[in-house]
């Protein structure tokens, strides 16, 4: 490749970012569902081609399926928008035509094997981090918004649903990617119970889960270049480095004295003044996560260790202040913790 082409190509990647950002910010501040949808268009339209830039024939099959789920979406959301013109027009119709919308094209159970599968046919890690976070604040900001004064019965189940699915899948997969994948759709489960509750701790726990999500995925970009190893078999990572990715791990489920502990401590305070229902709906869930991520650390600590190569001693003297950070963050609530007893 030419500097003028990589310098074509690294243009054009930065505005397509840029697009993704700014069509992002209009949707946020948008009050009308025609310019939401308009907002949805761009966003689409700017994120497609950044899945061609590898040009296999994976990505092609992927910016496919991120399409059709999409472009369903955004026709669903006009058709909303059209009826709530209308006078006659019942409003909880639209409503509920919106919300199977935003599920639709945030990758929702039971609307995720759109992202699954595209999130399988990704080559990079910024791509999954990209796709799993900053491509769903759009239908996570305006589901938090329409649910804080809906009926929390009918969102709880579909929620808990998502959960439980999204975990168990997980459970069942020998693969980081796949399992980063459903995992993600378990978190939304957990997101989608905080909605009818509170728009402002639904979005809180959604940003609290990006950013422990983008610490995992930033420490695999370095120690995992390649997206879809069988891991148990072939990762060959020293023991420190499989310790930061099994901190990471332990937060997302929630393990007590981690930050993401806090979270799901969070979301049982949030829901559990509504029934004894309710709070059943949550612990099923619960231990479904608790179980996949328990098993793929037991396999990521108690795998076979293999001598770290020169390469990889390199990569820990690079990475040995970022985990320190790393430690301090997600093991934030058990350090403050010991310094309360201390004192």
Not at 245 to 273: D, R, Y
Not at 313 to 340: D, G
Request: proline share 4%.
């Amino acid at each position: 490749m030419t500097f003028n082409s990589l310098l074509k190509t690294t243009s054009l990647y930065f505005f397509l970012l840029c697009s993704l950002f700014v069509s992002t910010i209009i949707a946020l501040n948008a009050t009308d569902w025609f310019f939401i949808w308009a907002a949805l268009e761009i966003n689409m339209i700017s994120f497609i081609p950044l899945l061609f830039f590898n040009r296999s024939l994976q990505t092609w099959n992927g910016a496919t399926e991120y399409f059709f789920p999409q472009a369903a979406g955004s026709l669903l959301i006009l058709a909303a928008a059209v009826t709530l013109l209308s006078e006659h027009t019942h409003t909880q119709t639209s409503s509920l035509i919106i919300f199977v919308a935003l599920l639709v094209k945030g990758g929702f159970a039971p609307f995720h094997y759109w992202f699954v599968n595209v999130f399988s046919t990704l080559d990079s890690w910024a791509m999954c981090l990209l796709i799993s976070t900053w491509q769903k604040i759009i239908p996570v900001f305006f589901l938090s918004s329409s649910l804080s004064t809906t009926n929390p019965m009918p969102v709880m189940m579909i929620a808990m649903l998502g959960a439980s699915w999204g975990m168990l899948t997980a459970a069942n997969q020998t693969n980081f990617q796949m399992f980063i994948a459903y995992s993600s759709v378990g978190n939304l489960g957990w997101f989608l119970m905080l909605t009818p509750t509170s728009k402002f701790t639904a979005l809180s726990f959604f940003f609290m889960y990006s950013f422990m999500l983008s610490t995992l995925i930033s420490l695999l970009f370095f120690l995992l270049p390649n997206t879809s190893p069988n891991f148990f078999s072939a990762s060959q990572m020293a023991a420190p480095q499989k310790a930061a990715i099994a901190l990471c791990l332990l937060s997302l489920a929630g393990f007590p004295f981690t930050t993401g502990f806090l979270m799901k401590i969070w979301v049982i305070m949030s829901t559990v003044n509504q029934t004894t229902f309710t709070l059943w709906l949550i612990l099923i869930p619960l231990v479904f996560s608790t179980v996949a991520y328990a098993r793929f650390i037991f396999y990521l600590l108690f795998n076979s260790y293999s001598a770290a190569s020169p390469s990889t001693n390199t990569k820990l003297k690079t990475l040995w202040s970022p985990l320190m950070v790393l430690f301090s963050i997600h093991c934030a609530p058990a350090i403050m913790a010991l310094l309360q007893l201390s004192m």
